[in-house]
T-cell receptor
Framework: DAGITQSPRHKVTETGTPVTLRCHQT?????MYWYRQDPGHGLRLIHY???????DKGEVSDGYSVSRSKTEDFLLTLESATSSQTSVYFC?????????????FGDGTRLSIL | KQEVTQIPAALSVPEGENLVLNCSFT??????LQWFRQDPGKGLTSLLL?????REQTSGRLNASLDKSSGRSTLYIAASQPGDSATYLC??????????????FGKGTHLIIQP
């Protein structure tokens, strides 16, 4: 299995609080991604990173910010969580300069916002 | 905007049958297509990756085909087993024409193999 660790694995929090999810990889891959998975929508891209301090928006980026200060860590922040952000969040990685390689996914973080 | 559709949404078959899962996409300008398996409460496991220039890929009892021009892919599972029960997801990666990187996913086919 690809060396991807997501933390926390589960979190329950209240509306309006800030939340940060972490993705840590041991593969030294350049590309990292955050997706959310919701019933009826499937997985959708939130943000992605193509290098340290290089990030870009995906399909559903509103209400989320990201940071990547080291190759191995990609953080997803909900500045003020809302109930609509209750979801399962997945991190994925892909090798440097090699878009021919598959994306590999972490085990996910289940986030509930009450 | 790319859209990916998977048919059927759910499928239940007896053990031992051969089966086909379908995936279609609206924009043929893809870089590659990937099939995943997801078990309940778990992450995604990559099964097969087909480059846009390829027609098919095989791994064990799994065979995936790609017809890029018609926007279709199929996943063929031979001699199905109860352990194959899972949700199967199809995803396409955009070509190099700009726009966000990352995958566009279908909603999946929920497969149950009856013992």
């Amino acid at each position: 299995d690809a060396g991807i660790t997501q933390s926390p694995r589960h979190k329950v929090t209240e509306t309006g609080t800030p939340v940060t999810l972490r993705c840590h990889q041991t593969e030294n891959h350049r590309y990292m991604y955050w997706y959310r998975q919701d019933p009826g929508h499937g997985l959708r891209l939130i943000h992605y990173s193509y290098g340290v301090k290089d990030t870009d928006k995906g399909e559903v980026s509103d209400g989320y910010s990201v940071s990547r200060s080291k190759t191995e860590d990609f953080l997803l922040t909900l500045e003020s969580a809302t109930s609509s952000q209750t979801s399962v969040y997945f991190c994925a990685i892909s090798p440097k300069w090699d878009r021919d390689q598959p994306q590999h996914f972490g085990d996910g973080t289940r986030l509930s916002i009450l | 905007k790319q859209e990916v559709t998977q048919i059927p949404a759910a499928l239940s078959v007896p053990e031992g049958e051969n089966l086909v899962l379908n995936c279609s996409f609206t924009d043929s300008a893809i870089y590659n297509l990937q099939w995943f398996r997801q078990d309940p409460g778990k992450g995604l496991t990559s099964l097969l990756l087909i480059q846009s220039s390829q027609r098919e890929q095989t791994s064990g009892r799994l065979n995936a085909s790609l017809d890029k021009s018609s926007g279709r892919s199929t996943l063929y599972i031979a001699a199905s087993q109860p352990g194959d029960s899972a949700t199967y997801l199809c995803a396409v990666r955009p070509g190099s024409g700009g726009g966000a990187d990352g995958l566009t996913f279908g909603k999946g086919t929920h497969l149950i193999i009856q013992p």
